[in-house]
């Protein structure tokens, strides 16, 4: 079975400060993988997607970025925190395939003060 | 462009009753579309998806989801809640031509009462 593992869980961190983001998926080869972003009671922002090692698509522009250095590893990070990055970031997979259920993460609850 | 409208922010039933929450899309071309659920605090687990065919597609939990061309939706069902299902419901839409993005709906609070 396929799992999906988010670190950390939470995080408190500073304006100004950096921030990385990580997420692991074991039992699936080749995976797309996601990021996304909710707004405290909001709705969901797809921020990155990454077909294959290497490469990383933006979908939005929010002072963010992505790598994915391994097959199973997707990393979110940002060299400057702004109080607008708070929220929930959703790391996710899906098969190489079309329209296709997605497979959520459980999370990471980021707070910037 | 694609965008997913759920117009019903909040929705509160008791156990026992039955639930439809809304879910309109504008899109033009064929598309894809689904439903997830996110209890509080945790991730979004899939519930069912609509892409051809029967227009009424069973999901997990006796969840049931309507496609209509005509009207531009995709309502999820549920004939009798149980306060389990208090969760938010979003609906997700993605183009049918290769596109690996997905966009969500606001979400619907759904608030199942004892």
């Known amino acids: 079975a396929q799992t999906i593992h988010q670190w950390p869980v939470a995080e408190i961190k500073a304006v100004g400060s950096p921030l990385s983001l990580g997420c692991t998926i074991k039992?699936?080869?080749?995976?797309?993988l996601y990021w996304y972003w909710q707004a405290t009671g909001g709705t969901l922002q797809q921020l990155f997607y990454s077909i294959t090692v290497g490469q990383v698509e933006s979908v939005v522009q929010l002072n963010l970025s992505a790598s994915r250095p391994k097959d199973d590893q997707f990393i979110l990070s940002t060299e400057k925190l702004l109080l607008s990055h708070s929220g929930f970031y959703l790391c996710a997979w899906s098969r190489k395939i079309p329209n296709t259920e997605v497979f959520f993460g459980k999370g990471t609850r980021l707070t910037v003060v | 462009t694609q965008t997913v409208s759920q117009s019903d922010a909040h929705v509160t039933v008791f156990e026992g009753d039955s639930v439809e929450l809304r879910c309109n899309y504008s899109?033009?071309?064929?598309?894809?579309l689904s439903w997830y659920i996110q209890h509080h605090g945790h991730g979004l687990q899939f519930l069912l998806k609509y892409y051809s065919g029967n227009p009424v597609v069973q999901g997990v939990n006796g969840f049931e989801a309507e496609f209509s061309k005509s009207d531009s939706s995709f309502h999820l069902r549920k004939a009798s809640v149980h306060w389990s299902d208090s969760a938010v419901y979003f609906c997700a839409v993605s183009a049918t031509s290769g596109s690996w993005q997905l966009i969500f709906g606001s979400g619907t609070q759904l608030t199942v009462m004892p």
């Open positions: 039992g699936k080869s080749s995976p797309n």
């Open positions: 899109y033009g071309g064929s598309i894809y």
